[in-house]
Nanobody, 122 residues
Framework: QVQLAESGGGLVQAGGSLRLSCAAS????????MGWFRQAPGKEREFVAC????????YYADSVKGRFTISRDNAKNTVYLQMNSLKPEDTAVYYC???????????????WGQGTQVTVSS
């Protein structure tokens, strides 16, 4: 069992930056690929970024490539999402999730956090 807790969301102006954190419980954190997803009101949950267990591989949605960076610190059981050049369309609840292998599809993820709200004002 893995428990995940996101933090770092908030209100920011367009062009600004935020860093989301996701703290995980358990001793096997490095065995899990980690992903960030987001869900805006009235829309389906969508993939944002993912990272392999040891951090050697990362993938990004086209909409965030070049602006967002996913990273992890396995010693701290934490995965991060650095978000720069934020746009109003980035407004959503952001979720972190853990999976047995690196994947873009939400259905591959076994464990989910509760989410953190990110609001970008224009």
């Amino acid at each position: 069992q893995v428990q995940l807790a996101e933090s770092g969301g908030g209100l920011v102006q367009a062009g600004g930056s935020l860093r989301l954190s996701c703290a995980a419980s358990g001793r096997t954190f490095s065995r899990y690929a980690m992903g960030w997803f987001r869900q805006a009101p009235g829309k389906e949950r969508e993939f944002v970024a993912c990272i392999s267990g040891r951090g050697g591989s990362t993938y990004y949605a086209d909409s965030v490539k070049g602006r967002f960076t996913i990273s992890r610190d396995n010693a701290k059981n934490t995965v991060y999402l650095q978000m720069n050049s934020l746009k109003p369309e980035d407004t959503a609840v952001y979720y972190c999730a853990a999976a047995s292998f690196i994947e873009r599809l939400p259905g591959a993820y076994d464990y989910w956090g509760q989410g953190t709200q990110v609001t970008v004002s224009s």
